[in-house]
């Protein structure tokens, strides 16, 4: 993978230190609008610019103070709109003929942020087109009478999207009512496990179907009740991944 030069890590070293020299400054002209004369505050902003899969691309920008909304940038006119009332003394100052700072923002989100997204994503493209399928394992455990809980867990893949629910029969989508968050491994993939509450009536078959994009079509794994075994079973509904790549703060 093409590594950044150390120039790049020097001109965005200056630019954070910059940018907290700034903060302070906007923190204490917020603070004033706000009447504050104490007390802990915060001033958050997140920005980036998105190149999507169909050659579209997006920009945003958002304003926050004290954990809420402050002001947005409307990125079609180049003007920063205010969400809190206190914001207007912001906007009407960022948006005057003398500054322009939303017509700015705007242009760097449209130009050179998606120059530096397209770059990123040559170099990482090896990382961004790594497929691992994932390995399935299901298995269910008596919790009272009539009520079995059916597991699945998924592990060893990535991309880290992936879409997993039981069926009941193969047609019956069953809701999940336990999932976990999709954990990382040291090995750079990751686990989920899924389960459900079912009735336990023997002319059913349940089965995990798993959507990832290191897959061809839908992975199911059924669950054999009598021996606790599981089949795979290749699914004939075709896996769709949708890959957004987004960058935030360059």
């Known amino acids: 993978m093409k590594k950044l030069g150390p120039e790049y890590w020097e001109r965005n070293t200056q630019?954070?230190?910059?940018?907290e020299v700034i903060s302070k400054h906007d923190v204490q002209t917020l603070m004033d609008q706000f009447n504050q004369t104490g007390g802990i505050h915060s001033y958050q902003w997140m920005y980036g610019c998105e190149l999507r899969d169909d050659g579209t691309t997006a920009g945003y920008r958002q304003d926050g103070y004290d954990g809420r909304d402050f002001m947005y940038l409307d990125t079609q006119r180049g003007i920063f709109i205010p969400t809190l009332h206190e914001a207007q003394?912001?906007?009407q100052k960022w948006n005057s003929p003398e500054e322009r700072h939303g017509e700015r923002q705007k242009n760097y989100l449209e130009n050179q942020c998606l120059e530096e997204l397209k770059q990123f994503i040559e170099y990482g493209r090896e990382d961004l087109e790594r497929r691992v399928v994932p390995e399935v394992k299901v298995w269910g455990r008596h919790q009272s009478d009539g009520v079995t809980r059916l597991y699945c867990l998924v592990y060893g893949f990535y991309p880290q999207t992936v879409h997993v629910k039981w069926m009941r029969n193969g047609v019956d989508h069953i809701p999940s009512d336990k999932i976990s968050p999709i954990l990382p491994h040291p090995d750079g993939t990751y686990r989920i496990r899924v389960s459900v509450e079912v009735p336990q009536v023997e002319e059913d078959a349940y089965s995990c179907h798993v959507e990832h994009s290191s897959?061809?079509?839908?992975l199911s794994i059924t669950l054999d009740p009598d021996n606790g075994l599981f089949i795979p079973v290749i699914a004939g509904i075709a896996g769709v991944v949708i890959i957004l790549i987004t960058a935030v703060g360059l």
Request: glycine share 8%; net charge neutral; aromatic share 0%.
């Open 215 to 218: 897959l061809q079509e839908t």
């Open 15 to 19: 630019i954070g230190r910059n940018s």
């Open 89 to 91: 003394i912001t906007t």
